[in-house]
C-alpha cells in the first residue's frame, strides 16, 4: 500500500470543559454585562449633560468652518465665484448649530464669508441671552474697535470658548497678516479633506471588488468559516470572563472618582490593565487547558504572522463598502436625534503637546490589543456558543459600539467596523488579522487628525 494515501491519524479529543455551576456563571455574566452597558449609557448620558453648563468649541462646526473658509480662498485664488458656497454654507450649516454659542460662531463664520462684520443688532440680541454671551460680544466689539487687540484674559476666555472661531473673528479685525494665517489653516483643512476624500472612495471602490470577491468564494466553498464552535460550558466561561473584565475596567475608577481620590492621569490604566489580565487568565482559573484557551481566544499566529497581517489589511479594505452605510445610518440618526459623534480624543488632537504622541499610542497599540482579546477573544465565542455565530457578532458588535463614548450616532459605524473584525476572527481563527484591521483603521484616523489639527 502506498504510505501516502494513508490519511494522517486523527488528533487525539480534548477532554470537555465541564467547570462547577457553568449554566449559573453563564447567566450571572450575562446580567453584568447587561448591567454594565446600561451603566456605560446612563454615565454617558449624565456626562454629556453635566458637560451643558460648560462651553467648550464645537469641533464638528469648527472643523466645517475651517474647511469652508479654506475652499473660498481656493476659490479666490483660481478667481472664481463663492457666491453659490457662501448661499449653501449659510443654509447647510444652520443643522450644526446647537446651541447659543453655536449661533454666535456662525454669525463670525457669515461674517468672513460676506466679507463685513456682524450686524450689531444680531450681536445684541445673543448677548441678551445670557452672561457669557453678552461678554463675547463685548469682546468681539472691543476687537473690532481696536483692530484685533484686546486684553489678554478676555482673550484668553474667547479662545477658550470658541476655540478657531475666536482666531476667525480676529483676524476679520486684524492686518493682512493675520488674516493670511487663517486663510492658509482653512486652505490646509480643505486640502486634507478633500484628499482623504478622494483617497476613501478609491479605496471604497477596491474594497468593494474584494467584498464581491470573498462572497463569490464564500458561496463556491472555497472560503471556509473554520472557527471552532465552543461549547455551551466554555462559551459560558468566556462569557465570564469577559463580564469580570467589564466589571473591573468600568468600576473601580468610578469609585475612585466618586470617592474623590487624586490619582495621576496615568493611573487611569492601571484598572484597565488589571481587567485584562485577569478577564483573560479566567477561563485558564475555571479549568480550561493552556492548548483550548490559546485556541478559544485566537492567541496563536494562525497561518503565520505576515500572511494574518496581510489578510487584516485586505478585509479592512472590504469592510469599507458597509462602514459607508453605517456613515449613512448615523447621518440619518444625526437628523433624528440632532446629536453629533464625537470622541474625548479629539480634544487631544485639537490641542498640543506630548498628549497627541499617548493618544496615537492608546488608538493604534493599546486598543486593538486589548479590544481585540476581551470582544473578539472572549465575548464573540462565548455569545456564538449559545446564538450561533450571526447573532454572536451582531450582538458583540452593539456590546462593542455602545461601551465606545461617541454616542448613538456613532453606533452604526462603529458596529460595522466590529462584524467585520468579528468575521476576521472566525475566518482565520487567530487575533492577529482583526488586530491588524483595527490598528489600521484607527491608524489612518489618527493620522487624519495630526493633519487636521
Not at 7 to 31: D, F, H, T
Not at 103 to 108: E, F, G, K, T
Not at 217 to 227: E, P, V
Not at 367 to 388: H, T
Request: proline share 5%; glycine share 8%; hydrophobic share 55%.
Amino acid at each position: 500500500m502506498n504510505d501516502s494515501a494513508v490519511p494522517p491519524p486523527l488528533p487525539a479529543l480534548k477532554p470537555e470543559l465541564s467547570p462547577r455551576y457553568s449554566r449559573l456563571g453563564a447567566a450571572l455574566a450575562v446580567c453584568v454585562i447587561i448591567s454594565c452597558v446600561v451603566f456605560v449609557v446612563r454615565m454617558q448620558s449624565t456626562h454629556r449633560a453635566d458637560c451643558g453648563d460648560e462651553v467648550r468649541p464645537n469641533r464638528m462646526l469648527e472643523l466645517m468652518a475651517r474647511y469652508t473658509v479654506g475652499v473660498k480662498e481656493l476659490l479666490r485664488s483660481m478667481q472664481q465665484s463663492d457666491v453659490e458656497l457662501t448661499q449653501t454654507v449659510l443654509q447647510d450649516f444652520t443643522q450644526f448649530s446647537r446651541t447659543n454659542e453655536d449661533a454666535l460662531r456662525l454669525l463670525i463664520l457669515k461674517g468672513w464669508l460676506m466679507d463685513e462684520w456682524p450686524a450689531a443688532a444680531d450681536l445684541d440680541v445673543l448677548a441678551a441671552k445670557n452672561a457669557d454671551l453678552q461678554a463675547d460680544v463685548v469682546t468681539l466689539q472691543l476687537m473690532k474697535a481696536m483692530n484685533g487687540e484686546v486684553p489678554d484674559e478676555a482673550w484668553k476666555k474667547l479662545r477658550q470658548r470658541h476655540g478657531w472661531m475666536a482666531e476667525l473673528a480676529r483676524a476679520q479685525t486684524a492686518n493682512d497678516a493675520a488674516r493670511r494665517v487663517v486663510a492658509q489653516q482653512g486652505i490646509g483643512t480643505a486640502v486634507v479633506l478633500i484628499s482623504v476624500s478622494l483617497l476613501g472612495m478609491c479605496a471604497a471602490a477596491c474594497g468593494l471588488a474584494l467584498l464581491v470577491w470573498g462572497i463569490t468564494r464564500w458561496r463556491s466553498g472555497k472560503l471556509c468559516l473554520t472557527l471552532a464552535l465552543r461549547s455551551r460550558a466554555e462559551g459560558g466561561v468566556l462569557l465570564e470572563g469577559f463580564a469580570i473584565f467589564l466589571a473591573l475596567f468600568l468600576f473601580p475608577p468610578w469609585l475612585l472618582r466618586l470617592l474623590s481620590v487624586p490619582l495621576p492621569g496615568w493611573a487611569a490604566y492601571g484598572p484597565a490593565l488589571i481587567a485584562l489580565f485577569i478577564g483573560m487568565a479566567w477561563p485558564r482559573v475555571r479549568g480550561m487547558q493552556r492548548s483550548q484557551w490559546r485556541e478559544a481566544l485566537g492567541l496563536h499566529r494562525g497561518q503565520g504572522l505576515w500572511r494574518e497581517m496581510g489578510v487584516g489589511v485586505l478585509c479592512w479594505l472590504a469592510s469599507l463598502p458597509l462602514l459607508v452605510l453605517g456613515m449613512i445610518a448615523a447621518s440619518w440618526i444625526m437628523k433624528l436625534t440632532g446629536e453629533f459623534p464625537s470622541h474625548p480624543i479629539v480634544e487631544v488632537f485639537a490641542g498640543n503637546g506630548w498628549a497627541k504622541f499617548g493618544a496615537v499610542l492608546l488608538a493604534v497599540v493599546w486598543a486593538p490589543i486589548s479590544e481585540e482579546i476581551i470582544f473578539r477573544g472572549l465575548l464573540f465565542p462565548g455569545l456564538s456558543s449559545r446564538l450561533r455565530w450571526l447573532p454572536g457578532a451582531v450582538l458583540g458588535a452593539f456590546v462593542f459600539a455602545v461601551i465606545h463614548p461617541q454616542g448613538w450616532a456613532g453606533v452604526p459605524a462603529i458596529m460595522v467596523l466590529a462584524c467585520s473584525f468579528s468575521f476576521l476572527r472566525m475566518w482565520r481563527r487567530s487575533l492577529i488579522a482583526p488586530m491588524t484591521a483595527h490598528a489600521l483603521n484607527n491608524g489612518i484616523m489618527c493620522a487624519v487628525m495630526l493633519l487636521l489639527w
